[in-house]
């Protein structure tokens, strides 16, 4: 016979009970990894219209078109690794799906563009406070030896202190400099040149006392 | 105010002679250079830019321990400056760059035509741009010898149409004027490079300024072309007919120390004529207050210290010094005198001169003459270039005639005649005078007040029944006689 005998509170419900919950449960994890995998593609990202603005610059770069093979989508670099830690990214980046839906009109280029560098400043920040960890998803540093002497010694002995983000920027997105040479006023008047507005009107179009110029990003 | 002005002069001279007869040495201790932060950047520029890295530990800069920090080092405040692997650094190096080390030589560079290389083609560079239709046309070529104007985009990046640019006035985005790279190719800074003819001649030839063709005809020339081992480049002091004589190149006759002559890197000072206007017209040299200088045409009226002038790049200054003409030409004699005997050089110099002077009364100013009347009778419409004569015209004085003036200058035979004086002729004669007579009546009277009635045009435009056996028509009859 069976030794082993359940207390006198378990009772039958209390095991359904049990069961339910930890299928639910199960389910739950379940739905957390499909969660965050489904809202870690490019797909999704780009469901936001201001998101293909900054995919198209992707697009052309070397992490999408990679001669190996491998391409990283968007949430294997902006999604942190571990159930825990992409499911605390998603939450907080629905800020982004808040301020897409109330903040300014990130779908409009003029504006997008305006916004860039807070965007990468942010990003880079992000990526330095977890010393770059999703980069080592794919990146071993410790065998990174290229092809000519120097490479090794400059990953090893020459990174000391550093993380990928440090040096390797400006690899993805829009070109933006490093944060504490950016002039804002100078990148005012790159995009007013580049979208022929009148100068001033940026400041204003960040200040929301101008509507930016209607235009639509191209069609795909 | 004649007293005070030849007190200046004396001054000015006295401070020619009293200088070293070689080029500055740096006076700042090495101390100042050197910085930690740059020992760091060959480390990856050994492998993504060996050339670079390789030309430096060569170069003087490399073996005093100059390194890449010390030139390229930028202020986050600076409109071109970048972040680069942590450091905060400037792509382009800029005179005022170099002069923090190389200060006189800055100075002197920074007061020259060199600088105003740009300002002083606006209008051109306008025509270029505007009316042949395209940007790209003056980035590939105007700019990469005047320089361009470089546009720091808002991204920190250089914009591609204004750089990269080696160009000789290239205006900098830290408003300083100049190029020293355009002369001291980087990152070799080779003192032999420098003093070479080629190191001028990339951009000192052709059309407007042949001056390769012309040097590489003359006897200095053909003599450095088979001496240039015996030239003495390297050398630390480079004074003509002390430390090398077997030729002189552009830099010993503008630039070089010869005898009590010091070297300066104000290029011009020594030339007295202005040789690729339209007309010729010898120029002084006005020294600014602030250390600027400006050529000024003999013909206009003489400033005094004091006077407020109008630069190249339209802004005004006061007037410090006035170098007479007379006094550029002195100095250039000076370096002559080194390798010449005296007699030899004045009578050089008239010849130069006469050919100049021949040039300006029986073409240049005649035809510059009818042209300003055919544009007042509006026989020409304003638009340059839309009509024949005016094609001619340009050829007259900017092509042939450039040539020519040059050819004197530097004794080249064939530049001076069968490619100048000839076709300087031949273009006035046989295209430029037909082209404006079958502009009609108003047209031939102007050619009757500017060229017939002139003495110098009555030699045979008058004697249509004279016959010639230049020609070859009537070879070997002698009927010249």
Redesign the interface.
Known sequence: MNKFIAPEFVSRRVVFALVVSGLFGMLFVFMLIEFDHQTSTEAFCTTCHSMELVAEPYRQSVHYNSPSGIRASCGDCHVSEGLIAATLDHIIGAKDLYKQLFGPDYDNPVVNALHAPDAAFAARQWFKDRDSATCRRCHTQEIIS?R????L??HSE?AKG?TCI??HYNLVH??????????RE??????E?EYKLEPGTAEKILKGEAAPPALTQKEN | MCRSRSAYLFLFLFCLLATPVFAAKVKLDPSNWGLEAGK?CI??H??TSAGIVSQWQDSAHGKQGVNCMDCHQ?E?S??D???H??Y?IATLVSPKDCGRCHEVEEKQNSGSVHVNAVASITGQRRFMTEVMGNPAFTAASCDQCHGSVVK??????LDSSTWPNSGIGRINPDGSKGSCSSCHGRHSFSKAQARSPEACTHCHQGLDSPDKEVYEASAHGRAFASQREQMNLHADSWAAGKDYAASATCVTCHMGAAGKLPSNHDVGLRSAWKLNGPVSERHHLVIFEDDTKMNLAESAPKPARGDLLKKVDGSEAKVKVLVPADRRRQAMTQVCLECHAKNTVSGFMQQFDGLVEGFNSQFAKPAQAIMLGLYEQKLLSPKPFDEPVEQTYWSLWHDAGVRARHGAAMVSAEHAGWQGMHQVAQLFYASFLPQVQALGAPAEALIKQHVLDQPEHQGWLQQADRPAWVLGVAEGKSTDE
């Open positions: 290229g000519r002497a120097d490479t010694e400059i020459g550093k440090d040096c829009r070109h933006v400099p490093g944060q504490q040479v950016f002039k100078a990148w005012n008047r790159m995009i040149e | 760091e480390k990856c050994t492998k930028a986050t600076d409109v400056a970048i972040e692997e942590g905060t720091v985009k808002g991204d920190g990046s």
